[in-house]
């Protein structure tokens, strides 16, 4: 019964894998965003300068 409190229910598991991967998520998710704004922002830019 010992090995099972060893682990603390998946605690460690969770500050691993799960915190680093949440936190890549996040990144990947907000570089996107700013990435599509700025896109945007150019096609914007190109519109305004063709007339």
Avoid: C, Q, T
């Amino acid at each position: 019964m010992m090995g099972v409190f060893a682990h603390y229910w998946g605690i460690d598991e969770i500050g691993v894998f799960v915190v680093p991967a949440m936190l890549a998520i996040v990144a990947l998710r907000w570089a996107e965003k700013r990435a599509k704004k700025r896109a945007e922002e150019s096609d914007e830019k190109d519109a305004v300068n063709v007339d």
